[in-house]
């Protein structure tokens, strides 16, 4: 288990930073919008809207957020405690699993058959993987004596997807296994980023469809029909839990990413969701130049004539687009100051 040393010695591991890093991002990236607050000029609501519109004190925001917080701490914990599971242990579960409810997974028993043939070691997913390595040293000896060794088996987890920066790169050539690790890191943030996409538009539109589910958990979140930045996370703790947690979840796991490279990943999302809900137009943005998907866009679905439209979140606008639930608008000045994010006639006439 690979962890960053602080100050004092003092060792903190991925899998804790992972944890907890996106939470301390949350309050400290919000707590700069509160104080830019005042900014009247730059606001996409005045102030007095915020206190009479919203159906929901900020106490009571604070406390709902906390609590989401504390339930996606609960499942990061499990989901990097399961990622640091030994493999071998995982697959002699799902066998056991599958005997009592009756399954005959067929690749499940392939897998156990393999470790059971290599003879890898129970202790660690690093145990097998260094089993394997050290197995195929004739076919990849840069893999088994390269400086490279450790930067794969050395997070604690199987990262299959890391494997090319070990063995595309060589001992002669440093450089190259850096830029291939950089490409290899990229192409996990943009899987991690579209699934994450394309489970929160999915479950957030169908919230929006079923009245049940509208009416009894996600409303919750509308309860803020003028966003501000800490209450980006204020959701039913169903809904927290099914598009948030399990989202980063699925995106964690898809991707292959590895818990250190969840730190950034998550941070960045973080980022991401609490300046979607800022209520604020600030010039040189880069959330607002890098993505059509912003502040303005989703304080469109906050008001009532968006409500059926801009679902997507929290970095893309694609599946709004394909889907035809995009809501184009015009962000204009006001006479009195600020901006409003106004959709186009056409839509809201409808």
Not at 26 to 47: A, C, E, K, N, P
Not at 132 to 147: E, Y
Not at 289 to 301: G, Q, T, W
Request: aromatic content about 12%.
């Amino acid at each position: 288990m690979l962890g960053i040393e602080m100050m004092n010695g003092v060792k903190v591991s991925d899998e804790m930073l992972g944890t907890f890093a996106p939470i301390i991002v949350y309050w400290l990236y919000s707590g700069i919008y509160v104080l830019l607050g005042s900014l009247d000029d730059y606001r996409l609501h005045t102030r007095k809207d915020e206190d009479e519109k919203n159906l929901v004190s900020k106490s009571d925001v604070v406390k709902g957020v906390l609590l989401q917080q504390a339930v996606q701490a609960v499942v990061a914990s499990l989901l990097f405690a399961i990622w640091n599971l030994p493999l071998c242990v995982l697959v002699e579960f799902a066998c056991e699993f599958g005997d009592l409810l009756g399954w005959d997974v067929i690749g499940i028993r392939l897998l156990k058959y393999f470790f059971d043939l290599s003879g890898c070691a129970l202790s660690s997913f690093r145990g097998c993987v260094l089993c394997s390595i050290q197995r195929n040293a004739a076919v990849f000896p840069s893999v088994v004596n390269g400086p490279s060794h450790d930067y794969i088996v050395g997070s604690g987890g199987l990262n299959l997807m890391l494997a090319e920066v070990v063995i595309t790169g060589s001992d002669s050539d440093p450089a190259h296994a850096q830029v291939t690790s950089l490409i290899v890191l990229a192409r996990q943030f943009l899987v991690g980023m579209m699934v994450l996409d394309t489970w929160q538009y999915f479950m957030h539109r169908y919230m929006h469809q079923n009245k049940f589910l509208y009416k009894h958990i996600h409303s919750q979140h509308h309860r803020l029909v003028v966003p501000y930045a800490f209450g980006a996370l204020y959701n039913h703790p169903i809904e927290g839990l099914l598009l948030d947690t399990v989202g980063g979840a699925l995106s964690f796991l898809a991707s292959g990413m590895s818990p250190r490279a969840s730190i950034f990943f998550f941070s960045f999302a973080t980022l991401k969701t609490v300046d979607d809900h800022c209520g604020l137009w600030l010039p040189g943005n880069l959330f607002h130049l890098l993505f059509r998907n912003n502040s303005a866009y989703h304080d469109i679905h906050h008001q009532l004539y968006g409500n059926k439209y801009n679902f997507s979140q929290p970095f893309l606008v694609m599946w709004d687009r394909i889907l035809g639930t995009y809501m184009p608008y015009s962000l204009e000045k006001n006479v009195n100051g600020g901006f409003e994010a106004r959709p186009s006639k056409e839509y809201k006439e409808d």
